[in-house]
């Protein structure tokens, strides 16, 4: 009984341990992929294979606020499934994807005429 005892008593006191871990584990990965961490309420910045720069906003809701060579705008939005983002601005003019490693992502681009292009980024 004093074996039983011990035991149950050990249990409760890691078992706040293990309930923290597991939530901050649900809270800062991505479905899809435990090991990519969400970009959600971070910033990115790199450049394109034209050699323009840009800065990613990630607003937790899904919005994407970001910086271009011709300014600053808020009009658009994110997605991410494990290591794989997606972004779209001004109501889909511009679309990019590519894959998250670490603090890098790259991908591909094109936009409604037709143009494809390259780009990078790193987390800051």
Known sequence: MKRFSVFALLMLMLLPVFVAAQQTNQQSTVPGNSLTV???????????????????HFQANGALHYKSPGGFY???????????????????????????SGAH????????????????????
């Open 74 to 100: 808020k009009n658009g939005s994110w997605k991410q499934d494990g290591d794989k983002i997606y972004m779209e601005t001004n109501k889909k003019y511009a679309e990019r994807q590519g894959r998250i």
């Open 105 to 124: 992502m790259e991908g591909k681009a094109w936009n409604v005429k037709g143009q494809t292009w390259t780009w990078q980024a790193q987390k800051r």
């Open 38 to 56: 969400s970009v959600a309420g971070t910033t990115w910045a790199g450049t394109d294979s034209d050699g323009d720069y840009y800065e990613y």
